[in-house]
């Protein structure tokens, strides 16, 4: 328990000292195989394509597969060699791609996964992504709720759920977003001294009418006003923004809009809806070919939904710009 507390700990430390120079933008969503890769990919060749300087980073540590969906080969120093050895930069186990303005870290390996790595290992990648001097960049993250997982999602700005249509992805992104919720919200109520609180209330939820996130910081801002209102704040810092991946049908498209009203109503947090992609079989057969679909079918509606998407995310960097 101490141990995991002072981690948070770090973290807090360390975001408020680094200004990260780029859009951080992190990809999960929970389950495997919904499409993640194909949007973190698609995405980045996108923000290139409109001219961002993109590094596009495969954080499925143990299973990295975003230089196939890119068709690119497996370079020699990816996010591995980054993580064993202290004396690497970023930039030396960064390559570029035949893509303008993209360049990739691979993660494949059969070494090291999301799960076995450390502590240390995670803050110092943390604060060299946070250094790294670029447009954009995109964390492809691995399924699952893994604490690791959860602290690269909560580092990006932009916090992307990528959701297919059937019930087990949607209570997937939903128990995502869940783990992300609490694992914010433990490091914020230690920062706050709200943990014993918080823990007191947890420990007997129907006592307290708890059924919700939502619910809880209700019932800690009514028992420790100061602080409570803090935390709530804080935790109203916390934006999703869905991407509904493999639609087959109308009421598919609706799916979105309808998750994003569960999550205001279940977290108390809005939630944004960035928009739909179709299913559509050429994804598959453009990785056979090693052509990227965004490249190989131009004409396509996939094409014409995911550069949406894209254009959405770069203006929001435009715009700040502007400011
Ligand atoms: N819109 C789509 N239409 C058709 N096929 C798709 C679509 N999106 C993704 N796919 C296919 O679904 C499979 C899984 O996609 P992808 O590898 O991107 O998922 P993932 O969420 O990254 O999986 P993992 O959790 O294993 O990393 C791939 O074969 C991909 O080509
Ligand atoms: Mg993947």
Redesign the pocket.
């Given at each position: 328990m101490s141990g995991s507390t002072s981690a948070i700990k770090d973290f807090s430390l360390l975001r408020g000292q680094v200004d990260s120079h780029a859009t951080i933008i992190a990809?999960g969503?929970g389950?495997?195989?919904?499409?993640?890769?194909?949007?973190?990919?698609s995405l980045s060749i996108f923000l290139g394509h409109l001219g961002y300087k993109t590094l596009l980073v495969d954080l499925?540590l143990g299973?990295g597969?975003i230089h196939t969906?890119l068709g690119e080969g497996l370079p020699n120093l990816g996010i591995n060699e980054f993580l064993k050895d202290p004396k690497l930069s970023l930039s030396d186990v960064a390559t570029a791609t035949r893509f303008p303005n993209l360049s990739i870290i691979t993660g494949c390996s059969d070494v090291e996964d999301t799960a076995n790595i450390n502590e240390e290992q995670k803050s110092r990648l943390m604060s060299a992504l946070y250094g790294y001097k670029t447009d954009f960049i995109v964390l492809?993250l691995?399924?699952g709720t893994h604490q690791s997982t959860l602290d690269f999602f909560l580092m990006a700005q932009r916090k992307l759920v990528?959701v297919?249509p059937e019930p087990s992805s949607i209570e997937n992104a939903y128990r995502f977003m869940k783990g992300v919720f609490y694992r914010r919200l433990k490091r914020f109520e230690y920062q706050l001294h709200l943990e014993n609180l918080v823990e007191g209330i947890m420990s007997d939820k129907s006592r307290w009418g708890i059924r919700s996130p939502a619910d809880l910081l209700e019932v800690v801002s009514k028992q420790e006003p100061n602080n409570g209102e803090r935390l709530k704040n804080v935790m109203d810092g916390l934006h999703f923004e869905l991407i509904l991946?493999?639609?087959r049908s109308l009421r598919d498209n609706e799916l979105g809009p309808q998750i994003k009203s569960v999550c205001l109503k279940y977290f108390g947090i809005p939630c944004h809806f960035l928009g739909h992609?179709?299913?559509?079989?050429?994804?598959?057969q453009?990785?056979r070919k090693k052509r990227p679909l965004v490249i190989e079918y131009p004409h396509s509606r996939?094409y014409a939904q995911v550069l949406a998407i894209s254009r959405r995310i770069a203006n929001a960097r435009a715009k700040a710009a502007a400011l």
């Open positions: 990809i969503g389950k495997g195989g919904v499409g993640k890769s194909f949007v973190s990919s499925d299973a597969n969906c492809d691995s399924a990528v297919t991946n493999q639609a992609i179709e299913y559509d079989n050429a994804v598959w453009s990785v996939l």
